[in-house]
């Protein structure tokens, strides 16, 4: 197992430009199939009206019926053939689209989980699933349609004008500069319309991430009557979604009318220096037909072109949004030199001068943080909501670096220890369990099938008091539980992540509100397994609750981002004047 | 597939069947310009292959002619296309916000409903609606290209009718083929959608639960799974396209081997001279248009499937008393003014005298949820519902207010029956603060307001205890606050839900362990003025509180114990220490717990 923040470090040298495209390339060997598919694809039509110019010289010349039928079943053979191509191509087209973008999903997704949770803490998941997976589908329908539409059309168009400068080198040459002017022209248009196109699918993804805000809290709308204030706030996402879609689509229609045109001024083109040609003898009525036949052929792709366009628009803008998604950096650097953390037994704690400020305002949570604890020893915190406890935690797992100072886990500075190392050996449970849509194994094991066999999965669960939930499930650890906790309790899913702490052997645990939620008899036998989490291992434990910091052996007072009180538990307890000891009396007057 | 078309003439009139209509009418030109240009070509190439020298003015005269209806047609694209936009999202808008409105307000318990992930639904709202608006656009097209198809044979039928006969079978043939082909396009359109979801869902948990997963290192883990998901729905997805290719295909072929029936057939013609060079050109011009008939409605056929299997993901959305009707109700759009704002619940005339739920039962699929449970509340009262873990305290309140179906029981306000609690009981008669309650990503004000009055709003953050964060914000109540704001800890976003509660002034706060984030010293605080405003009426005059500390349990004037979803006893907390174990149980363990270090600090 890699750590999650090393491919930040195999990323360094490139741009974020070669890594969507590198994940989006396919290998040779279908590379080769594809090639081969599209390439019969286009010939194939392409011979075709050459039968129906030698059709039609030969029908006026006066050949016999059964000549022009046998051209005629020539026809239609190669008809069928060029549809059948067509259709092992976007076969083909289609897998290699989905397997590229499949790669980066992937991608994608890897570096956004190795993002920091301020990044995560401004956007809602809805908008994230948006960006990973709604982005690449639109990405993806334009990677079919590109080699479907784009290389196929392009190659036809390419061979039709090398088709037509053979046969009637004056026509062709004015078909091809025609063309090279249409396709700077629509390049340059094309240019024009991407920006419209990305702000049309950023008020999309803003309309969906307000949606599905409102999906998440549909209780709380629902019991507060606030239903249909709900929908009003949908109209108005909706109706900025449409002032920009409408920007956005009405440079994409000028653009599909003016291809439109223009094509059709070139068969104008085409036909009149047709006409002269014939008139001036020079042409058989055969190659007219062939020339217009040749065309139109050429209108279903280049049409297909412009359709494209509009989606290579939205890809684009996709792409974009994927490059900016892939240069949010992450904040934790990778040790140069990493050290791993002591393998086994206690971690020693140290908070030396620890500040910290969030990058986004600057404004300080924390500063001059001191904290010492021994190898096995457990530290309380305490303090008013929001005075920085949570934070003080967050460092000490890592998932933040001190702006100032430092945070020492058995002697080793974070930021020096092996990221690896320090997930396996720092343990947490968090005051809000996020419980995922899989089976209660997957949830225990967070998909790391190799964390445990079934009996220590029993084990551990009977060990936090639900071998009888377990007992009660259907299809015991194979039972699927919701990501909205279905049939699941806040105290059962705060147990089940007791559950998933002991299951690694962390030689330091934070438990950061961790019995909130439970009533006093599962606390009661929760205090036990908590007994067992830290019997050996040291402890970093906060709750506001003070009855829960009975068996620590330090009390810290956190206010305002400091540390204003420290000391033994037992000398701050005996001393009538400390915070700590009034908090206490306090808790005794309220009760 | 009845529902299909319900929703397709609802959505026809999304934004005024008048729009719709004349939408299509605009679009319909464009289809009917390449007769004119196939009369042209003809008549230019019977002009070529005449026996006289062609009139070469003539001809070019033809050619600036074909030109010039080109440039008609164009303009008339850009016109129709913008007409076209606003009805798309208009149609788009209205199937998201029947469904979300039904979710949001209407009669059941709407979370029920909804698949177990948020990105399920999301993924719903997104691509079924767009299922949806493409096959109702689509039938624009299918007039479009029927006219322009009949037309285009009646002038062929006069030209040869045996020629154009034979083109019209293969066509006729592809038609009945994909009729055929689509229960299966459907099975496996199914089957891409459903595993599509499954990426969604699984990136949405992760996304959810970063905290866990970063903190346990199973970043590796998670990707493993996202990996596996995509491979499934890159499979699914590879074959729902190959499906629909394969009868793009037949229709596009039936074309091809039209052309060459028309070579065949009309050789004989030709070598007598009664089918000329401009009748060709005039059958190949129009052939290529055709293509799009048997296209449009291969396409046609293969979304209705698709449409059908939308409309029932839809469906499962709605509530159960509602159909499809109510799926494409016409609710209006607002895409160039703001929506009027939503008018005041009116007042109530029937003030809380007592509200009593009986025999209330919830079953969930293991077994647990609530058995025959009674509550009685009356005007005035505090009552608190306690109990061990996953006895079924959370579910007891929110059945009472509807949030989760009834299996069995009534509930009653002043004695009479409330039909649906999801919708009776709400404000101005009841609010709820939830356990895990959400914050919207906008201003702090619009989180707590959600629409109501703000006329209450100062009285109602002092009695949340919520006053001095609010002064310590950066901007106070405009401070944006949610996923995409400001971070508020966990007894500030609870705090944040009282208010939101209060705000509304209901008879009835229900409160659903409310304290359980909260310090020993915020948390009197907060009962304190909770206790203070319902004696002088500047509060809820009722509680009913979910919670097992001491403070609540103290100051109860009726405590229900549950114990494995049954009532094991209610009363005053003297009452039940006196003859409930389940409450004696209960109590030790939380006096044991909260004694411990006022007792003897040094014991343990």
């Given at each position: 197992?890699?750590?999650?923040?090393?491919?930040?470090?195999?990323?360094?040298?490139?741009?974020t430009?070669?890594?969507?495209?590198?994940?989006?390339?396919p290998?040779?060997?279908?590379t080769?199939?594809?090639?081969?598919?599209?390439?019969?694809?286009?010939?194939?039509?392409?011979?075709?009206?050459?039968?129906?110019?030698?059709?039609?010289?030969?029908?006026?010349?006066?050949a016999?019926?059964?000549?022009?039928?046998?051209?005629?079943?020539?026809?239609l053979?190669?008809?069928?053939?060029?549809?059948?191509?067509?259709?092992?191509?976007?076969?083909?087209?289609s897998?290699?689209?989905?397997?590229?973008?499949?790669?980066?999903?992937?991608?994608?997704?890897e570096?956004?989980?190795?993002?920091?949770?301020?990044?995560?803490?401004?956007?809602?998941?809805?908008?994230?699933?948006e960006?990973?997976?709604?982005?690449?589908?639109?990405?993806?329908?334009?990677?079919?349609?590109?080699?479907?539409d784009?290389?196929?059309?392009?190659?036809?168009?390419?061979?039709?004008?090398?088709?037509?400068?053979?046969?009637?080198?004056?026509?062709?040459?004015?078909?091809l500069?025609y063309?090279?002017?249409?396709?700077?022209?629509?390049?340059?248009?094309?240019?024009?319309?991407?920006?419209?196109?990305?702000?049309?699918?950023?008020?999309?993804?803003?309309?969906?991430?307000?949606?599905?805000?409102?999906?998440?809290g549909?209780?709380?709308?629902?019991?507060?009557?606030?239903?249909?204030?709900?929908?009003?706030?949908?109209?108005?996402?909706?109706?900025?979604?449409?002032?920009?879609?409408?920007?956005?689509?009405?440079?994409?229609?000028?653009?599909l009318a003016?291809?439109?045109?223009?094509?059709?001024?070139?068969?104008?083109?085409?036909?009149?220096?047709?006409?002269?040609?014939?008139?001036?003898?020079?042409?058989?009525?055969?190659?007219?037909?062939?020339?217009l036949q040749?065309?139109?052929?050429?209108r279903?792709?280049?049409?297909?072109?412009i359709?494209q366009?509009?989606?290579?628009?939205?890809?684009?803008?996709?792409?974009?949004?994927?490059?900016?998604?892939?240069?949010?950096r992450?904040?934790?650097?990778?040790?140069?030199?990493?050290?791993?953390?002591?393998?086994?037994?206690?971690?020693?704690?140290?908070?030396?001068?620890?500040g910290?400020?969030?990058?986004?305002?600057?404004?300080?949570?924390?500063?001059?943080?001191?904290?010492?604890?021994?190898?096995?020893?457990?530290?309380?915190?305490?303090?008013?909501?929001?005075?920085?406890?949570t934070?003080i935690?967050?460092?000490?797992?890592?998932?933040?670096d001190?702006?100032e100072?430092?945070?020492?886990?058995?002697?080793?500075?974070?930021?020096?220890?092996?990221?690896?190392?320090?997930?396996?050996?720092?343990?947490?449970?968090?005051?809000?369990?996020?419980?995922?849509?899989?089976?209660?194994?997957?949830?225990?094991?967070?998909?790391?099938?190799?964390?445990?066999?079934?009996?220590?999965?029993?084990?551990?669960l009977a060990?936090?008091g639900?071998?009888?939930?377990?007992?009660?499930?259907?299809?015991?650890?194979?039972?699927?539980?919701?990501?909205?906790?279905?049939?699941?309790?806040?105290?059962?899913?705060?147990?089940?992540?007791?559950?998933?702490?002991?299951?690694?052997?962390?030689?330091?645990?934070?438990?950061?509100?961790?019995?909130?939620r439970?009533?006093?008899?599962?606390?009661?036998?929760?205090e036990?397994?908590?007994?067992?989490?830290?019997?050996?291992?040291?402890?970093?434990?906060?709750?506001?609750?003070?009855?829960?910091?009975?068996?620590?052996?330090?009390?810290?007072?956190?206010?305002?981002?400091?540390?204003v009180?420290?000391?033994?538990?037992?000398?701050?307890?005996?001393?009538?004047?400390?915070?700590?000891?009034?908090?206490?009396?306090?808790?005794g007057?309220?009760? | 597939m009845?529902?299909?078309?319900?929703?397709?003439?609802?959505?026809?009139?999304s934004?005024?069947?008048?729009?719709?209509?004349?939408?299509?009418?605009?679009?319909?030109?464009?289809?009917?310009?390449?007769?004119?240009?196939?009369?042209?070509?003809?008549?230019?190439?019977?002009?070529?292959?005449?026996?006289?020298?062609?009139?070469?003015?003539?001809?070019?005269?033809?050619?600036?002619?074909?030109?010039?209806?080109?440039?008609v047609?164009?303009?008339?694209?850009?016109?129709?296309w913008?007409y076209?936009?606003?009805?798309?999202?208009?149609?788009?808008?209205?199937l998201?916000?029947?469904?979300?409105?039904?979710?949001?307000?209407?009669r059941?318990?709407?979370?029920?409903?909804?698949?177990?992930?948020?990105?399920?639904?999301?993924?719903?709202?997104?691509?079924?609606?767009?299922?949806?608006?493409?096959?109702?656009?689509?039938?624009?097209?299918?007039?479009?290209?029927?006219?322009?198809?009949?037309?285009?044979?009646?002038?062929?039928?006069?030209?040869?009718?045996?020629?154009?006969?034979?083109?019209?079978?293969?066509?006729?043939?592809?038609?009945?083929?994909?009729?055929?082909l689509?229960?299966?396009?459907?099975r496996l359109?199914?089957?891409?959608?459903?595993?599509?979801?499954?990426?969604?869902?699984?990136?949405?948990?992760?996304?959810?639960?970063?905290?866990?997963?970063?903190?346990?290192?199973?970043?590796?883990?998670?990707?493993a799974?996202?990996?596996?998901?995509?491979?499934?729905?890159?499979?699914?997805?590879?074959?729902?396209?190959?499906a629909?290719?394969?009868?793009?295909?037949?229709?596009?072929?039936?074309?091809?081997?039209?052309?060459?029936?028309?070579?065949?057939?009309?050789?004989?013609?030709?070598?007598?001279?009664?089918?000329?060079?401009?009748?060709?050109?005039?059958?190949?011009?129009?052939?290529?248009?055709?293509?799009?008939?048997?296209r449009?409605?291969?396409?046609?056929?293969?979304?209705?499937?698709?449409?059908?299997?939308?409309?029932?993901?839809?469906?499962?959305?709605?509530?159960?008393?509602?159909?499809?009707?109510d799926?494409?109700?016409?609710?209006?759009?607002?895409?160039?003014?703001?929506?009027?704002?939503?008018?005041?619940?009116?007042?109530?005339?029937?003030?809380?005298?007592?509200?009593?739920?009986?025999?209330?039962?919830?079953?969930?699929?293991?077994?647990?949820?609530?058995?025959?449970?009674?509550?009685?509340?009356?005007?005035?009262?505090f009552?608190?519902?306690?109990?061990?873990?996953?006895?079924?305290?959370?579910?007891?309140?929110?059945?009472?207010?509807?949030?989760?179906?009834l299996?069995?029981?009534?509930?009653?306000?002043?004695?009479?029956?409330?039909?649906?609690?999801?919708t009776?009981?709400?404000?101005?008669?009841?609010?709820?603060?939830?356990?895990?309650?959400?914050?919207?990503?906008?201003?702090?004000?619009?989180?707590?307001?959600?629409?109501?009055?703000?006329?209450?709003?100062?009285?109602?953050?002092?009695l949340?205890?919520?006053?001095?964060d609010v002064?310590?914000?950066?901007?106070?109540?405009?401070?944006?606050?949610?996923?995409?704001?400001?971070?508020?800890?966990?007894?500030?976003?609870?705090?944040?839900?009282?208010?939101?509660?209060?705000?509304?002034?209901?008879?009835?706060?229900?409160?659903?362990?409310?304290?359980?984030?909260?310090d020993?010293?915020?948390?009197?605080?907060?009962?304190?003025?909770?206790?203070?405003?319902?004696?002088?009426?500047?509060?809820?005059?009722?509680?009913?509180?979910?919670?097992?500390?001491?403070?609540?349990?103290?100051?109860?004037?009726?405590?229900?114990?549950?114990?494995?979803?049954?009532?094991?006893?209610?009363?005053?907390?003297?009452?039940?220490?006196?003859?409930?174990?389940e409450?004696?149980?209960?109590?030790?363990?939380?006096?044991?717990?909260?004694?411990?270090?006022?007792?003897?600090?040094?014991?343990?």
């Amino acid at each position: 197992m890699h750590s999650p923040t090393r491919p930040a470090r195999r990323d360094a040298g490139k741009t974020t430009q070669t890594t969507v495209l590198g994940c989006l390339r396919p290998g040779l060997r279908a590379t080769a199939a594809l090639a081969a598919a599209v390439t019969a694809a286009t010939a194939l039509p392409l011979v075709a009206p050459q039968l129906t110019r030698r059709f039609v010289d030969d029908a006026i010349g006066g050949a016999s019926t059964r000549h022009l039928v046998f051209v005629a079943v020539g026809y239609l053979i190669l008809a069928v053939a060029g549809q059948g191509a067509r259709t092992l191509t976007a076969w083909l087209a289609s897998r290699l689209a989905w397997d590229g973008t499949n790669r980066l999903r992937e991608r994608l997704a890897e570096h956004t989980l190795g993002l920091d949770l301020g990044f995560h803490g401004r956007r809602t998941p809805g908008e994230l699933i948006e960006r990973v997976d709604g982005d690449v589908v639109a990405i993806a329908e334009f990677v079919v349609a590109f080699l479907l539409d784009v290389v196929a059309g392009v190659l036809l168009l390419a061979g039709v004008l090398v088709v037509m400068l053979t046969v009637e080198p004056r026509v062709g040459a004015l078909l091809l500069a025609y063309c090279a002017l249409i396709g700077f022209a629509m390049a340059q248009a094309q240019r024009l319309a991407v920006p419209s196109a990305a702000r049309s699918r950023a008020r999309y993804a803003a309309l969906f991430g307000d949606i599905e805000e409102r999906l998440a809290g549909l209780e709380d709308l629902r019991a507060n009557g606030a239903g249909e204030h709900a929908v009003n706030r949908v109209h108005r996402a909706s109706g900025r979604m449409y002032r920009a879609e409408f920007r956005s689509e009405r440079i994409g229609s000028g653009l599909l009318a003016g291809t439109s045109v223009a094509f059709a001024a070139g068969t104008a083109l085409v036909v009149a220096l047709a006409s002269w040609a014939r008139w001036s003898g020079t042409l058989t009525v055969g190659t007219a037909v062939l020339l217009l036949q040749y065309t139109q052929m050429v209108r279903t792709p280049f049409e297909r072109l412009i359709d494209q366009l509009r989606q290579y628009q939205a890809a684009l803008a996709g792409v974009a949004r994927v490059r900016d998604l892939l240069a949010e950096r992450r904040t934790l650097p990778e040790p140069a030199d990493p050290r791993p953390l002591p393998a086994s037994g206690p971690l020693g704690l140290r908070l030396d001068g620890v500040g910290f400020a969030y990058a986004d305002d600057g404004a300080p949570v924390l500063s001059g943080v001191d904290l010492t604890l021994a190898p096995g020893e457990t530290l309380g915190l305490v303090g008013r909501t929001g005075s920085g406890k949570t934070t003080i935690a967050r460092l000490i797992l890592r998932l933040y670096d001190p702006t100032e100072g430092a945070v020492r886990v058995g002697g080793l500075d974070l930021r020096n220890a092996d990221p690896a190392s320090v997930r396996r050996r720092i343990g947490v449970v968090t005051q809000d369990v996020q419980l995922f849509t899989a089976s209660v194994r997957d949830n225990l094991t967070l998909f790391r099938p190799d964390l445990a066999g079934d009996r220590r999965l029993r084990e551990i669960l009977a060990e936090v008091g639900l071998g009888d939930w377990l007992a009660g499930l259907p299809d015991g650890l194979d039972t699927g539980l919701g990501g909205d906790a279905v049939g699941v309790s806040a105290g059962e899913a705060q147990l089940l992540a007791f559950a998933r702490t002991l299951l690694t052997d962390p030689g330091l645990v934070v438990l950061d509100e961790a019995s909130s939620r439970l009533d006093p008899a599962t606390e009661r036998r929760v205090e036990a397994v908590v007994d067992r989490l830290l019997a050996g291992r040291t402890g970093v434990l906060i709750a506001h609750r003070l009855s829960s910091l009975a068996r620590v052996d330090t009390v810290a007072v956190v206010d305002g981002g400091r540390i204003v009180e420290y000391g033994r538990r037992d000398d701050l307890t005996a001393d009538p004047g400390s915070r700590f000891a009034r908090l206490l009396s306090a808790a005794g007057v309220a009760r | 597939m009845r529902p299909v078309p319900t929703v397709m003439a609802g959505l026809a009139r999304s934004s005024g069947l008048r729009r719709y209509l004349l939408g299509g009418l605009l679009w319909l030109p464009t289809y009917l310009f390449p007769i004119g240009g196939g009369l042209l070509l003809k008549r230019l190439f019977d002009q070529l292959s005449g026996d006289r020298a062609a009139d070469l003015t003539g001809a070019l005269w033809l050619c600036a002619a074909f030109a010039g209806l080109e440039v008609v047609r164009g303009l008339n694209i850009v016109t129709a296309w913008a007409y076209g936009v606003y009805w798309w999202e208009a149609a788009a808008t209205t199937l998201r916000v029947n469904v979300l409105r039904s979710i949001l307000t209407a009669r059941g318990a709407a979370a029920a409903r909804l698949p177990y992930a948020p990105g399920e639904a999301l993924a719903r709202l997104r691509d079924d609606v767009s299922d949806l608006v493409q096959v109702t656009d689509d039938l624009v097209d299918l007039a479009g290209t029927a006219l322009f198809g009949g037309t285009a044979l009646v002038i062929m039928a006069a030209i040869d009718p045996a020629v154009t006969l034979a083109l019209v079978l293969p066509m006729v043939a592809a038609a009945v083929l994909s009729r055929l082909l689509g229960t299966v396009i459907r099975r496996l359109h199914r089957r891409a959608r459903r595993l599509g979801a499954a990426v969604t869902a699984h990136l949405g948990d992760a996304f959810a639960g970063i905290l866990a997963i970063k903190t346990a290192g199973a970043e590796d883990a998670v990707l493993a799974r996202l990996r596996a998901h995509n491979r499934r729905r890159r499979n699914a997805a590879v074959r729902d396209r190959l499906a629909t290719d394969l009868l793009d295909t037949v229709t596009s072929a039936t074309v091809e081997i039209g052309m060459g029936i028309v070579l065949l057939i009309a050789a004989p013609a030709m070598h007598h001279g009664s089918f000329t060079v401009g009748d060709l050109a005039l059958f190949t011009g129009y052939l290529g248009w055709l293509t799009a008939l048997p296209r449009s409605l291969g396409t046609f056929l293969y979304r209705l499937p698709q449409a059908a299997v939308a409309t029932e993901r839809l469906g499962r959305l709605m509530a159960p008393h509602e159909d499809v009707h109510d799926l494409a109700r016409v609710s209006g759009v607002w895409f160039r003014r703001d929506p009027p704002p939503v008018p005041a619940p009116p007042p109530h005339p029937d003030p809380l005298k007592v509200i009593e739920g009986r025999g209330l039962t919830v079953r969930y699929g293991c077994g647990r949820g609530l058995d025959a449970v009674d509550l009685r509340i009356e005007r005035g009262s505090f009552t608190v519902v306690t109990g061990a873990v996953g006895t079924g305290k959370t579910t007891l309140v929110r059945a009472l207010l509807g949030l989760v179906p009834l299996d069995a029981g009534t509930i009653t306000w002043n004695g009479r029956p409330v039909e649906d609690p999801g919708t009776y009981l709400v404000p101005g008669r009841v609010a709820y603060a939830s356990q895990i309650p959400r914050l919207f990503s906008d201003s702090l004000r619009e989180n707590l307001l959600l629409g109501a009055d703000d006329d209450r709003l100062a009285t109602a953050i002092r009695l949340a205890a919520f006053d001095t964060d609010v002064a310590d914000m950066p901007d106070g109540l405009d401070t944006v606050v949610g996923p995409r704001g400001v971070r508020l800890s966990g007894g500030q976003v609870q705090r944040a839900t009282a208010a939101r509660a209060l705000v509304r002034n209901p008879d009835l706060l229900v409160v659903d362990d409310l304290s359980s984030a909260l310090d020993v010293e915020t948390e009197r605080s907060l009962w304190e003025r909770l206790a203070d405003a319902a004696r002088d009426g500047r509060g809820p005059a009722t509680l009913l509180v979910v919670s097992h500390r001491r403070a609540a349990l103290e100051r109860a004037d009726r405590i229900v114990v549950l114990d494995r979803g049954r009532v094991a006893g209610h009363g005053r907390l003297d009452e039940l220490l006196e003859n409930c174990a389940e409450m004696r149980r209960l109590w030790t363990g939380e006096l044991l717990i909260e004694a411990e270090e006022q007792a003897d600090p040094t014991v343990r």
